[in-house]
């Protein structure tokens, strides 16, 4: 299988998997300026595969205020045709390199292939999934307990939202 001679080029190559990881803030790849770094490591192997520089308080209000940005330009500027061709285009690239990025957990997170793969399927359904919302994305009125009263409902965007998560979380 494909996927399999994949992973096995990563794992068992004699080159390192040493890599250094970035943050992409406004467009752009930057190393983390903050005052620590992580040393990641293979959690099935404990070989040394990386290295994380923090970011630094400016970093991720930049990022943040770039988000927002970014929001208002989705929310406003891009027509929903264009916003199905953009969710079309990243669920074909995301199958396209589905098995690099199923070798990427195996060997960053110790996962199993089964499990690497599964969640970049999980990954692709819910691109699937927020593509079809996009069209069903409307206002609608709504009556109330009160007689001849109605209430007009608008979906909008809450903002920027930042979720922590464990790097390697299985």
């Not at 620590?36 to 990022?63: C, K, W």
């Amino acid at each position: 299988d494909v996927y399999e001679q994949a992973v096995n080029a990563v794992l068992f190559s004699t080159n390192s998997y040493i890599q250094d990881v970035r943050s992409f803030i406004g467009g752009e790849w930057q190393e983390g300026m903050g005052k620590a770094f992580s040393v990641m490591h293979n959690p099935a192997t404990g070989r040394e595969i990386g290295y994380v520089s923090d970011a630094s308080f400016l970093q991720i209000e930049g990022a943040c205020a770039s988000a927002r940005l970014a929001q208002g330009v989705w929310h406003y500027d891009v027509g929903m045709s264009e916003k199905e061709r953009i969710f079309r285009e990243f669920a074909r690239l995301l199958e396209e390199y589905r098995g690099e990025l199923a070798s990427i957990q195996i060997v960053t997170e110790g996962r199993l292939w089964k499990s690497a793969d599964a969640e970049v399927q999980g990954a692709l359904n819910c691109i699937w999934h927020y593509h079809g919302e996009l069209s069903r994305v409307r206002g609608w009125s709504a009556q109330t307990r009160m007689k001849d009263k109605s209430a007009n409902v608008r979906r909008e965007p809450y903002g920027v939202i930042v979720g922590f998560t464990p790097f390697n979380s299985t």
